[in-house]
């Protein structure tokens, strides 16, 4: 497989902060917000133990405008999008910092709503291919689905 390369990351958590609307230089919705994602074990003495790690995530288009609509703080979703690594010189320590950024492609409500609340209900996905409106939903659902017991959060 000369020349190809993959980068895919699926996370499944929850919205640190409600997601913020903004705009490209080029006029163009971004929609950007946190995600925790966590996880659960017993140390070797027995101890419950968690660690949570936090995303930037950010998406354009229609999932960006779905998101900004139908996501809150504490949604629980499953993203799936690109890892993105960049390095920055602060200005104001002139230290070399980094970046990392999910560009996600793929989002899926794992929320159950409240009947007669409208719109997106639990477990519907929605990705830039999808191109639904959003009183449709998605009937589609990743394949790892069936095993989500198995996850330990």
């Given at each position: 497989m000369s020349g190809r390369s993959l980068n895919k990351i699926m996370l499944i958590g929850n919205l640190g902060k409600d997601p913020e609307m903004r705009f490209t230089q080029g006029g163009q919705e971004q929609v950007r917000f946190t995600l925790a994602c966590s996880r659960s074990w017993k140390s070797a003495e027995g101890e419950a133990r968690e660690e949570t790690d936090w995303f930037n995530i950010s998406a354009g288009g229609s999932l960006?405008?779905?998101c900004n609509e139908y996501l809150h703080k504490g949604s629980k979703v499953y993203i799936?999008?690109?890892l993105s690594v960049r390095q920055y010189d602060d200005?104001?320590?002139g230290q070399k910092k980094t970046?990392?950024?999910?560009f996600a492609n793929d989002m899926m409500m794992l929320d159950t709503r409240q009947s007669g609340e409208g719109g997106y209900t639990g477990s519907q996905r929605s990705n830039s291919s999808e191109r639904q409106p959003a009183s449709q939903g998605a009937s589609a659902a990743p394949v790892f689905e069936e095993d989500m017991d198995d996850i330990p959060f």
């Open positions: 960006g405008k779905i799936e999008g690109r200005a104001q320590t970046y990392v950024e999910v």
